[in-house]
């Protein structure tokens, strides 16, 4: 039986699984200009996160993948758009019962701490792993917190998707960098509605 180091255990956490969800869907969702990625650099992306969040190598990825795991992601993009825990919990029954198989254990063959797997199998495809395990991650976060797992950022130039996590006032933007350019917009609007007010009391 494998051993449960503390390694994995961070690394195959529920809050890890999900902040992998919303990485995933990021980089499956489309360029800035609207334009899909090209195929090659779309794999090299996808691959690169799942590295990035512990993925044993080799991580072999086609485009066919990459386009069915962006129909997951879009899928998956509806529960991040919920903004009541209701509309989000609707929204994960829906894909649990049409997108899902029954709850199972696995230890890869003895390759890893057993773990539940919502997927039909250990060797099921990309795309089906990805919405499986991504389902399964949101909905412990949903039950543990009674919130919304994740929301999507409120920046009207991102597309982004955040997951929620802890205590502390409701998240809006997907990072600090889209938080700061919203607050600096903002600043700039509020002045120059300053501005244009007092022209039109000197006038």
């Known amino acids: 039986m494998a051993a449960l180091s503390a390694d994995w255990s961070t690394r195959h956490s529920v809050l ?3 902040r992998r969800t919303a990485a995933l869907i990021n980089v499956l969702s489309d360029t800035g200009d609207g334009k899909p990625q090209q195929p090659r650099a779309a794999t090299d992306a996808v691959a690169e996160v799942l590295r990035e969040y512990g993925e044993s190598e080799p991580v072999e990825l086609t485009p066919d993948d990459v386009i069915r795991m962006r129909a997951a992601a879009l899928l998956l993009r509806e529960v991040f758009a919920a903004e009541v825990v209701d509309t989000a919990a609707a929204a994960l029954n829906r ?47 949903l039950w543990d917190h009674q919130r919304p797992p994740g929301g999507l950022c409120a920046s009207p130039t991102c597309q982004n998707v955040y997951i929620t996590s802890g205590p502390g006032p409701a998240r809006r933007y997907c990072s600090r960098r889209c938080a700061t350019r919203e607050r ?20």
């Open 16 to 18: 890890t699984n999900a």
């Open 95 to 141: 894909l649990l019962a049409e997108q899902t198989g029954p709850l199972r254990l696995t230890s890869h063959g003895g390759s890893a701490p057993w773990h539940p797997h919502l997927d039909s199998h250990d060797d099921a495809p990309w795309d089906e792993w990805f919405l499986t395990s991504s389902c399964l991650a949101l909905t412990v976060l």
């Open 184 to 203: 600096v917009a903002a600043h700039r609007r509020g002045q120059r509605a300053t501005e244009t007010n007092s022209g039109s009391g000197n006038s």
